[in-house]
Structure formats: structure tokens, C-alpha cells
């Protein structure tokens, strides 16, 4: 298992930067060796600045997003045109400004009254473009980006839900209590299974969580964050100083 490699910079902006770099280089290198790269965008507002620098030179000359298969970590369940979806934020910041075809942009449908099926239906469209069978073992993406929220969440798996445990499925509908509904979420069986995960975390609010995740006991059900351990895959933080302040490292 890969150990987690911990990168510090000065700020959310630095950390954006060099997030925008590693997601170029490993862009690059999966068409090189692949002929396509896969990757997972997290939601929430850190990668907003990210998904921005990708859209604009020199990174956005630097892909070939006709070969980059763009799906989402997680989704809310509002529509794709709510000011809460992750799919809008990353379409504004990014998506709208860059070639990618729209039939390599694979949203989440959560706002689907059934988000069982939403997903379900997710999962087969996993299968589907990365070519595996839909009830096999989950596919490795090239790259996941996620975010970690002050509980320690990441993607939508957040303390005490029922996702934290899922073992099979790849994608799940995770009732949230604190926000009192549901999400739609990738798993830990797919997410350990990247070639890479990269956590961007900056902001004071993240400095105790993360290094109780980090440097802490196992506390899972606590710490989601901790389920994530690409078993054959890198472990990349890329962390600002008022996240990383409170660790021993
Ligand atoms: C979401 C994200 C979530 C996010 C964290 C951190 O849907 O909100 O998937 O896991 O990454 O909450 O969010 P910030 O980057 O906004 O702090």
C-alpha cells in the first residue's frame, strides 16, 4: 500500500497551482500509455480554483480533452443547474471553457427522485466507459481528485453514514443526516482502487481533522477520510499551511 505522501505550500492558490501541474503531467501520461485519462473531480469550493487554472493556459494546451473521460467522486441531489451541484461548479469554472466532448463528461444524475437507481445507473456508466463488467471489482481511474470537509469527509462519505461500510457496490445513495438528505457517492472499494488519489485541503478549519486523519489512530467511522489507501495506487496531499499547521510532519 502506497504511504501517503503529504505536499505543503503557502496557500489555496499555491496548492491550486501545483494540483493543476500533477493533474497535466498525469493527463499526459495516461494518453501516453492508455490513450485516454480517467479522472474524478471532487465537489465542494477548494478544487473550484483548480478546475479555473485547467481551463486557462498553459494547462488547458497542455491536455487533450478528447481523451480525458471526466466523471464526478460525488453529486447532492439537486439538479445539474443548482448553485449547489458539483457538476455546475465544475462546468462554470472549467467545462464550459475547455473541448472536452460532451459525451466524455459523465455526470452523477442524483437529482433522480429514485437515487437508488441514479446510483445504479451511475455505476454502469463507470462500467460502461472504463470497459469492465458492472458487477465485477471496480475499475482503477487514472486520477480522483478529492476535498476533505472539517469532519473529515471526503467525497460524500461522511461520519457514522452507511457508505463508510459499503463494500461492493461502487457507487451508493448515502442518507447525510446533518444536511437531512441524500447523496450520491462513490465508494472506498472504487476509490482504493485509483492509480492515484490527490486530496487538495487547505483553510484553518481543515488543521485538527487532518492531522487526526493523517497522524491520529484509525477512527474510519470518525475520520472517513481515512478509508482512503489506493491499494496499489499513490496517496497524494496537497495541503496549504493553515491545514497542515497542527501536524507533527
Ligand atoms: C462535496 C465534496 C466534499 C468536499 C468537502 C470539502 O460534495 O461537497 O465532495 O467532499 O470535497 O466537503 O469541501 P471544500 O473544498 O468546499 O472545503
Redesign the pocket.
Known amino acids: 500500500m502506497a504511504e501517503s505522501l503529504v505536499q505543503k505550500f503557502a496557500d489555496a492558490e499555491a496548492v491550486s497551482r501545483a494540483a493543476a501541474e500533477e493533474v497535466a503531467r498525469r493527463a499526459r501520461e495516461a494518453v501516453s500509455a492508455r490513450g485516454r485519462f480517467t479522472i474524478a473531480l471532487?465537489?465542494?469550493?477548494?478544487p473550484r480554483r483548480l478546475y479555473e487554472l485547467l481551463a486557462g493556459p498553459p494547462f488547458r494546451e497542455q491536455i487533450d480533452w478528447s481523451k480525458m473521460e471526466i466523471f464526478w467522486?460525488?453529486e447532492?441531489s439537486v439538479p445539474p443547474d443548482h448553485k449547489d451541484s458539483?457538476f455546475r461548479m465544475a462546468r462554470l469554472a472549467m467545462l464550459d471553457m475547455v473541448p472536452a466532448p460532451a459525451s466524455n463528461v459523465h455526470r452523477i444524475h442524483a437529482e433522480q427522485p429514485d437515487r437508488y437507481a441514479a446510483a445504479r445507473d451511475y455505476q454502469a456508466e463507470i462500467a460502461r466507459v472504463l470497459g469492465v463488467a458492472v458487477t465485477g471489482e471496480p475499475p482503477a481511474f487514472d486520477l480522483v481528485l478529492?476535498?476533505?470537509?472539517p469532519d473529515a469527509?471526503?467525497?460524500?462519505l461522511f461520519p457514522g453514514t452507511i457508505a463508510l461500510t459499503e463494500t461492493s457496490r461502487w457507487v451508493v445513495a448515502n442518507y447525510v443526516d446533518k444536511f437531512a438528505t441524500y447523496r450520491v457517492t462513490m465508494t472506498a472499494p472504487i476509490l482504493n482502487r485509483s492509480r492515484c488519489v490527490m486530496f487538495l485541503v487547505a483553510a484553518p478549519d481543515k488543521a485538527a481533522p487532518l492531522a487526526e486523519v493523517l497522524e491520529g489512530p484509525p477512527e474510519p467511522a470518525r475520520l472517513p477520510s481515512q478509508l482512503i489507501r489506493p491499494a496499489g495506487g499513490e496517496l497524494v496531499w496537497l495541503v496549504d499551511h493553515a491545514a497542515a499547521s497542527r501536524l507533527r510532519q
Do not use: I
Not at 469527509?153 to 460524500?156: E, L, M
Open positions: 471532487a465537489g465542494g469550493s477548494t467522486g460525488d447532492r458539483n478529492l476535498g476533505m470537509g469527509h471526503t467525497a460524500s
